[in-house]
């Protein structure tokens, strides 16, 4: 088999370039699994308690053909790989784009002077491999999410963001505790599964990015509540309620968070950012003041608390700006656009 | 106009931008003042309308001993490094992150009865440095940067403001462009441009201005006496030497009533001299169809 560095697309050997962006085609190489060759850097490792029951611990060793001969590679070439900076994953010395999470291997990550990253712009067609599945991203205005699941994968995902599906595509609903809560809440009161084999595709109604989150072991990420389009099935999902009246009334995200936990596996975890998205390390103790609206995720680790500015002026009074202090370690995640705008 | 590249060893090269006018020597890839590329040249539509230009992703901005970053393509963010002396003003529903240590405090504006009636933000915030402080706007668009000299003023449309350096005087007048409605007993009277506009000023040193624009933008000059008819809500700003009225224009196979909106465009016109900028998204503009008995200096076609 061969595959184009850019877009990650599979072709049979009789093929020499991409039929879809013209790029010359390579040799699949033994291709490293990214569980194994995640090297988690030390903001992203925060130790964490998963709040729900994991799910039942995968057999050890993970029965994929290409392991033993990526270990041979791995020893016999170590500097021959390319680690991405937004997932850490590694990826052949070859590739373009990122295979775990789509990031341009080829493009300079873009990091302002301030410290904010701006999250990789997917190129268009861009396919993303998780477990034995595959996700293309299509579009760049407002990109589609298409997963073709392979048997044994599935995805959980709000159903309202499901573009469309092939008939025979297999779907359920995902138990869910505490219904009464979420639905007053307004948080979905249903969350729908989807199972391979098949093809299903997602998309939101707004312009902005799909942020590819590949959640390795161990991780715990709480997300605001609407933002994610899409987490695989090794992804324990609960919720979180946001602690103290002032964060509730004020924070500009309801009563509730999104919580995502990674048990003994990996996953893949899209969410959906307004606008563009940037991300931030923080530091222990280091903080940062944002407005409510913009916050898109954080690391279970980073803690928030609103607080208000009065801003007043003689006979009227004035008016009280809320914003959030982010306090660290770990990442933030922000959109740009923070609230859905309305053409009329 | 000569492009300098990346030569370092050329410094006698010179480069106008042709968006700001500001001359460097042309050996970044942006304009310093106002972030257009200078490797690109300027996109000019064959009617005359020049494309904002274009802006590399992380393009810094110098002002006073202060720099401004454009980070972002989609919702673009204004990302700010303000030195002790410099400090900058906005509407404060712009804000989108800053570090704790950079105060915030109200501005005062005078005929704040006029602002509260008009929909105009009543309180301005001005931050000062030293410190980071970033701001963004609710669409998808362009931040546009008008670097203003001394003696310079523009005239912006409400809610298009983004954010401006201390140095430059914020004012606002009324635009004088409006027509009244009635039905039966009701009149009501309607301000396709909005009641007022923001007037930004540099009286003795130059400043930044920073404004926000939903989807492309584009801009062009008009000479003296030179006339165009653009969409009340795609007028971004214009120099203050244009000027501004109504037109109503009635196409043909209708009849000669103001009842429907059908029956009736509505459009600005703007006279020259000087340049003015429209915005490729703007919002509906909507007219209920009544009569129309009142209205400002205003011209009229039929077809």
Redesign the interface.
Known sequence: MKHCPTCNRTFDDTKAFCGLDGTRLIQDAPTPSVEQQYNPPAAHAAPVAPIMPAAPPAPPATPRVEQPRAAQVSAADPLERLRCEWCQAMNEKTALSCRACGAPLDIKN?V???G?R?AP?IKDMTEIHFGASTCQVEGE?VPVAELNLAQGDSVFFEHHVMLWKDDRTPMGVMPLQGGIKRALAGMPFIISLAYGPGRIAFSRDA???LVVMPLHPGMELDVREHAFLLASHHISYSYVRIKGLRNILFGGQGMFMDRFVTGAQPGLLLLHG???V?ERVLQPGE?????PG?FLYKDASVTMNVET?K??????G??G?N?A?MTGPGRVG?Q??????H?? | MTFGGTAPNQPTRTHTCPWCGLASDGTQLNCPACGATIDVEQVVSNSGWTELPGRR??A?LQFGNSHC?I???????A?F?LSPADGVYFS?HV??????QVN??????KG?WKR?FAGLP??M?QAVGPG?I?F?????GEVIALPLQPGQGVDVREHIFMVATLNITYDWFSTNVWFTTRSGDETETHYPLGAFMDRFYAPQSPGLLLLHAAGNVFTRHLTQGQTILVKPTALLFKDPSVQMQLHFEHPNGTTRSWRSWGERYLWLRLFGPGRVAVQS?Y??MHDNGRNITRHSTATRQQW
């Not at chain 2, 980070?71 to 963010?77: L, Q, R, W």
């Not at chain 2, 963004?136 to 998808?140: E, F, K, N, P």
């Open positions: 873009l302002s002077e301030s904010w701006e712009r205005i312009t902005g990015e307004y606008g563009d940037f903080s940062i003041m944002i407005e913009a500015q801003l007043t002026t003689g006979f009227f004035g008016t700006m914003l202090r922000i740009s656009m923070y609230v859905h705008h053409t009329d | 992703d992380m810094k970053q980070e972002g393509t989609y919702v673009p963010v990302d490094n404060h804000l989108l992150w800053k570090e704790p915030i405090a109200a501005m005062s504006l704040a509260l009543l309180i915030t980071h970033a963004s706007m609710d669409a998808a998204a919002a509906h």
